[in-house]
């Protein structure tokens, strides 16, 4: 079944988390965050090396015989520390960089899906290259796995939304590391709204993103 193709939608960002914002044009849309942070502190720098968005896609039910799952690369990103704690950040995403992992032992059919998941089916790549995720408010947390809540608006195909990540956040020998929760999000509340005909089957909403990304104190 893995090496049926079927259609899906990820990202970004995404998040990074990741997510789209067309670097010419503005947001269609926003139901932003409004900002609470500040760049009043130490600058770092995001490392695009060591930086990803996992994504993972299914069709019909969530389970791991009916999904695809890939990564997106980082093209930029930065982060402010202030008093030893993260005060703000903006990751910016490759989405031409999106790819199929689960593909990847399959050039044919990774070629497809890729080139789908860029089109104007989904993505549009070449109307919306970048995505984004920008950090409005920091908070820690002492509940649970995770050390951190990060809000922060999500920028998809033109489309701003606020979303919320559960976040591990450390700051250590000038670099920076956060790893955020699975989340799902709602890939039609983006913009992408593709679907494949009934008996290949039906493409979830939900898309689980995954935000990985390190960040060096600038010198």
Not at 67 to 73: A, C, D, P, V, Y
Not at 126 to 152: C, M, Q
Not at 161 to 188: C, H, L, M, Y
Request: net charge neutral.
């Amino acid at each position: 079944m893995r090496k049926k193709l079927f259609s899906l939608a990820i990202p970004a960002l995404f998040v990074a988390a990741v997510a789209v914002s067309c670097k010419k044009d503005k947001p269609v849309t926003s139901e932003s965050n409004e900002v609470a942070t500040t760049k009043d502190g130490n600058q770092y720098t995001l490392d695009t090396l060591n930086s990803k968005v996992e994504w993972k896609g299914y069709k019909v039910f969530k389970t791991e015989s009916t999904s695809h799952f890939g990564t997106i690369k980082f093209e930029s990103g930065d982060v402010t520390v202030k008093d030893g704690k993260l005060e703000s950040g903006k990751f910016v995403a490759d989405m031409a960089s999106l790819t199929s992992v689960d593909l990847k032992d399959d050039a044919e059919q990774l070629g497809k899906l890729n080139g789908h998941l860029k089109s104007g089916d989904f993505f549009e790549v070449e109307k919306f290259p970048t995505a984004s995720f920008e950090i409005t408010k920091v908070t820690p947390s002492t509940e649970g796995d995770y050390n951190t809540l990060l809000d922060g608006n999500l920028t998809i195909k033109g489309i701003s939304k606020p979303v919320q990540f559960k976040a591990n956040v450390s700051v250590k020998d000038g670099e920076v590391s956060v790893a955020t929760e699975p989340k799902d999000i709602k890939r039609e509340e983006f913009g992408v709204k593709f679907q494949a005909p009934a008996e290949n089957g039906v493409i979830k909403d939900d898309v689980t993103l995954q935000i990985s990304v390190k960040a060096l104190e600038k010198k």
